[in-house]
């Protein structure tokens, strides 16, 4: 039998991002499996938001390495990852989103982020498709971008490879093997190969491979959306990207067309069982275009977007994202079990932390001090759940359907 160090399972972004934090720490004989070819899951599909501005602070310094972590790829790889530094913009317009925004602005300098505030004029320049009330309130994030998520999930692996980690592409990992209180290594579909520690970063699959070997994963896949309009002479990508918390929006360049995205009221699920095996040409039963979505989420975004009434739609993107009753992540070992750890859970963020949760992992598996309190994301913080009932599944799709932040 092989016998690795660690195994990796996902060649998404997080296993990606775990592959390179783990190799440029020192720790060698490192195998990452993917059951198609990398990126191949959702992170190809994301909108690539690296919003900074969190209202949990513990999240800030987690999307800062993330930043960091990008200048450290294109030195290994030399090539750039060609982030789109445009900046990120917050328009609140009733009194609950404008103190939300007020706290926010003050987390994020309190974080020692650069905050401006605009005046609605000098927004309405900076994004001339958007109209704005004259007392909105707006808060201007001049270090944020956003960046293509297949870029930077290869962009990791690429980087991995270099410093040494194995990438084997069209392997699935059929199962976890457990030896009583231990993990010893992974089935595949042809082997069998022994690894001191697997770290599951499966995705929306990492559930099904832990509930296998009796671990509950504190999350469900839940949908996420968005549509790019055809080209138009007010859309440019020098233009910042914007989040709307009013219309429970957001969107950003995407070359010279818009790219929106709305959080509907009740997000759509799929039940761990039900997953396919990968997301080409996978359909939603319920809403499966987002037309539903889009005449729900289109009368509010129209007050700022008012050229949603006629500007034709060219594509619409979906896909799934873990999440988690409390907006937190699902990472690191689960108790009283050796040579497991989760890297999963994202609530829609995986992108932006990918280099934080990646420095987390790397500090648990090599025994240093965690530069975060993990804490907040531990597997077992809500005691033994049943991620495979409906009644758990809708809690997580109703923490969805509350985000309003990037
Ligand atoms: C429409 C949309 C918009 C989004 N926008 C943003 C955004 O703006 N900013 C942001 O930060 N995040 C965003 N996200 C969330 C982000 O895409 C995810 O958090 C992130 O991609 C999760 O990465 P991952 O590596 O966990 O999963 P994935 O990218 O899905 O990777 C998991 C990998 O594991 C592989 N795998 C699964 N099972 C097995 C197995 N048994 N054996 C071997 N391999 C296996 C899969 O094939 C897959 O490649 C968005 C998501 C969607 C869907």
């Given at each position: 039998?092989?016998?690795?160090?660690?195994?990796?399972?996902?060649?998404?972004?997080?296993g990606?991002?775990i592959?390179f934090?783990?190799?440029?720490?020192g720790?060698?004989?490192?195998?990452?499996?993917?059951?198609?070819?990398?990126?191949?899951?959702?992170?190809?599909?994301?909108?690539?938001l690296?919003?900074?501005?969190?209202?949990?602070?513990?999240?800030?310094?987690?999307v800062?390495?993330?930043?960091?972590?990008?200048?450290?790829?294109?030195?290994?790889?030399?090539?750039?990852?060609?982030?789109?530094?445009?900046?990120?913009?917050?328009?609140?317009?009733?009194?609950?989103?404008?103190?939300n925004?007020?706290?926010?602005?003050?987390?994020?300098?309190?974080?020692?982020?650069?905050?401006?505030w605009?005046?609605?004029?000098?927004?309405?320049h900076?994004?001339?498709w958007?109209?704005?009330?004259?007392?909105?309130s707006?808060?201007f994030?001049?270090?944020?971008?956003?960046?293509?998520?297949?870029?930077?999930?290869?962009?990791?692996?690429?980087?991995?490879?270099?410093?040494?980690?194995?990438?084997?592409e069209?392997?699935?990992?059929?199962?976890?093997?457990?030896r009583?209180?231990?993990?010893?290594g992974v089935?595949?579909?042809?082997?069998?190969?022994?690894a001191n520690?697997?770290?599951?970063?499966?995705?929306?699959?990492?559930?099904?491979?832990?509930?296998?070997?009796?671990?509950?994963?504190?999350?469900?896949p839940?949908?996420?959306?968005?549509?790019?309009?055809?080209?138009?002479a007010?859309?440019?990508?020098?233009?910042?990207?914007?989040?709307?918390?009013?219309?429970?929006?957001?969107?950003?360049p995407e070359?010279?067309?818009?790219?929106?995205?709305?959080?509907e009221?009740?997000?759509?699920?799929?039940?761990?069982?039900?997953?396919?095996?990968?997301?080409?040409?996978?359909?939603?039963k319920?809403?499966?275009?987002?037309?539903?979505t889009?005449?729900?989420?289109?009368p509010?975004?129209?007050?700022?977007?008012?050229?949603?009434?006629?500007?034709?739609?060219?594509?619409?993107?979906?896909?799934?994202s873990?999440?988690?009753?409390?907006?937190?992540f699902?990472?690191?070992e689960?108790?009283?079990?050796?040579?497991?750890?989760?890297?999963?859970?994202?609530?829609?963020a995986?992108?932006a932390?990918?280099?934080?949760?990646a420095?987390?992992?790397t500090?648990?598996?090599?025994?240093?001090?965690?530069?975060?309190?993990?804490?907040?994301?531990?597997?077992?913080?809500?005691?033994?759940?049943?991620?495979?009932s409906?009644e758990?599944?809708?809690?997580?799709?109703d923490?969805?359907?509350?985000?309003?932040?990037?």
């Amino acid at each position: 039998m092989k016998s690795y160090d660690v195994v990796i399972i996902g060649g998404g972004v997080l296993g990606g991002a775990i592959a390179f934090y783990l190799a440029k720490r020192g720790v060698e004989n490192i195998l990452l499996l993917e059951r198609n070819s990398i990126a191949h899951g959702n992170s190809s599909l994301a909108a690539g938001l690296l919003t900074r501005g969190r209202f949990k602070p513990a999240l800030i310094p987690m999307v800062l390495e993330t930043y960091q972590a990008i200048h450290e790829v294109e030195a290994v790889t030399g090539r750039s990852l060609h982030v789109h530094r445009t900046g990120c913009m917050y328009a609140a317009v009733s009194p609950e989103h404008q103190k939300n925004l007020r706290e926010l602005a003050a987390i994020s300098t309190d974080n020692g982020l650069k905050v401006e505030w605009l005046d609605t004029t000098t927004a309405s320049h900076l994004l001339p498709w958007m109209r704005l009330p004259r007392d909105t309130s707006v808060v201007f994030m001049p270090e944020d971008g956003y960046v293509d998520g297949y870029t930077l999930t290869s962009g990791y692996i690429k980087a991995a490879h270099t410093l040494g980690v194995q990438v084997r592409e069209n392997t699935v990992v059929t199962a976890i093997i457990r030896r009583g209180d231990q993990i010893i290594g992974v089935k595949t579909d042809n082997e069998e190969i022994h690894a001191n520690i697997v770290i599951d970063a499966a995705g929306v699959w990492a559930g099904l491979l832990a509930h296998e070997i009796g671990i509950g994963l504190p999350m469900a896949p839940i949908r996420s959306h968005y549509w790019i309009t055809e080209p138009h002479a007010l859309f440019s990508p020098e233009q910042p990207f914007v989040i709307l918390p009013d219309a429970r929006a957001y969107a950003r360049p995407e070359t010279n067309r818009l790219l929106f995205g709305f959080r509907e009221r009740e997000s759509a699920s799929v039940h761990p069982f039900d997953l396919p095996d990968s997301m080409n040409g996978f359909t939603f039963k319920k809403d499966s275009q987002g037309w539903e979505t889009l005449m729900e989420g289109a009368p509010d975004m129209s007050l700022y977007f008012p050229l949603i009434e006629q500007i034709q739609i060219s594509s619409y993107v979906r896909g799934l994202s873990n999440y988690t009753p409390d907006g937190n992540f699902v990472l690191g070992e689960y108790p009283g079990l050796r040579g497991f750890i989760a890297a999963t859970g994202c609530a829609g963020a995986g992108i932006a932390m990918s280099g934080g949760i990646a420095r987390l992992i790397t500090d648990l598996v090599t025994g240093q001090p965690p530069y975060v309190d993990p804490a907040p994301h531990q597997i077992d913080r809500f005691g033994k759940v049943d991620p495979m009932s409906y009644e758990f599944i809708q809690s997580c799709a109703d923490a969805r359907a509350g985000k309003v932040t990037g």
